[in-house]
């Protein structure tokens, strides 16, 4: 099974689902868990997919440029990473802690960006905060702490706390821990069985078939005991003055209970984050419009908090008033499969789009031909200037 060995116990142990839901000396809501870690992680992968775009002013022009800050943020942030394991990240360490520190170490031809692990900010309000005691790591788990101290001219702080929201997933992670416990300890205790020996009349004095010698009560249950919960075959040796009763046979459980927790706890965690319960379950149907929704509200406004750092710290003031600006392509977040767009690129070719502006919204090659390049306008189409239509 998938879920066989997700869960560690707090000795950083690999154990089931089995254990982590039955283990009664260490459970821990770990459903509750694993929703958050789902949420976060299709946010997260959403965001590292997309594509940066640049923008510089070239010869008097805004125009979209692949240069060093293009490399930088999609290619190679850093000697260790990619743009895309760079952003997860990032994006998982803000979502999960609420706030995240990017480290901008500035080199003679290039800079490298960093997430830290740790790191201890100031209290400073109306001053710029500095930040120190920072740890930073790689994906094989090798860690080092820096001794430099960062502030805003070094660093992107990213910081999304909501007191209200942390107390209230808390609470609800709480209460949800009790009710698990509740449904664990009913299942437990429907399907054991319980046996009860009867007996008329006072209690008879016990012989041992095989040694022929009086046996106490007790004796004689552990006995009765070990042959009912052997998972081997077994004969279980029953004087017939005895009547031996299955106190529990009509209470047993299947795990109805635990699955609708599951999905509770689940359906809240994706109202938390603002993610469709068709888009957080995968069962999106051909009208579903959990996509467009999902993108809207649970992922546009993380875009609009990176983008302001990242043209805050490495487009800055100046660049950014002449027109120069970073941004997330968001064209691609659904994949889109050729020959399902045959209307839509109909429309885009007659609403001016160029074949290769096309080909870049379905990450096709771009052509290297002149007609490639150049913007039509069909008859259905036109322009009005003092009450006159002009054909385009």
Request: charged share 25%; hydrophobic share 35%.
């Amino acid at each position: 099974m998938v879920l066989d060995k997700i869960f560690k116990n707090s000795k950083g142990e690999f154990v089931s689902i089995i254990d982590a839901l039955f283990n009664k000396d260490t459970i821990k809501n770990y459903i509750y868990t694993l929703a958050e870690a789902h949420a976060i992680d299709l946010i997260a992968k959403t965001i590292a997919k997309c594509e940066i775009q640049t923008f510089e002013l070239k010869n008097k022009k805004i125009e979209e440029t692949k240069q060093d800050l293009y490399w930088l943020l999609n290619l190679q942030p850093n000697l260790n990473e990619n743009g895309t394991m760079f952003m997860y990240k990032l994006v998982t360490r803000l979502l999960t802690d609420g706030t995240a520190l990017v480290l901008i170490n500035k080199l003679q031809k290039t800079n490298l960006l960093y997430v830290a692990d740790t790191y201890q900010a100031t209290n400073e309000i109306l001053k710029s905060k500095t930040f120190g005691d920072i740890n930073v790591s790689d994906n094989e788990g090798n860690s080092l702490r820096l001794t430099k101290t960062y502030n805003s001219n070094n660093s992107i702080y990213y910081s999304l706390v909501n007191t209200d929201l942390v107390k209230a997933s808390e609470s609800f992670k709480d209460n949800t821990t009790k009710i698990i416990k509740a449904i664990q300890k009913g299942f437990i205790r429907a399907n054991t069985d319980r046996w009860q020996i009867k007996f008329p009349g006072e209690q008879p004095t016990m012989i041992d078939p095989k040694t022929n010698k009086s046996i106490s009560y007790d004796e004689y249950k552990e006995k009765l005991v070990e042959g009912i919960l052997s998972e081997e075959d077994a004969i279980i040796l029953l004087a017939q003055m005895f009547e031996l009763v299955n106190l529990n046979k009509d209470n047993k459980k299947d795990l109805t209970d635990f699955e609708k927790s599951f999905l509770r706890i689940n359906s809240t965690v994706a109202q938390k984050w603002n993610i469709p319960l068709d888009v957080f379950f995968g069962n999106r149907t051909e009208k579903s419009t959990g996509n467009s929704d999902f993108v809207t509200f649970a992922v546009d406004p993380y875009f609009e908090i990176i983008e302001d750092g990242l043209n805050v710290s490495l487009v800055g003031k100046e660049d950014f008033l002449k027109g120069e600006y970073v941004q997330f392509n968001r064209t691609n977040i659904v994949h889109k499969y050729v020959l399902d767009c045959g209307t839509g690129i109909d429309k885009l070719t007659a609403n001016r789009f160029s074949r290769n502006e096309i080909n870049k919204l379905l990450r096709l090659p771009i052509i290297d031909e002149a007609w490639a390049n150049e913007h039509a306008l069909t008859k259905n189409y036109e322009n009005t200037k003092g009450g006159e239509k002009e054909d385009g």
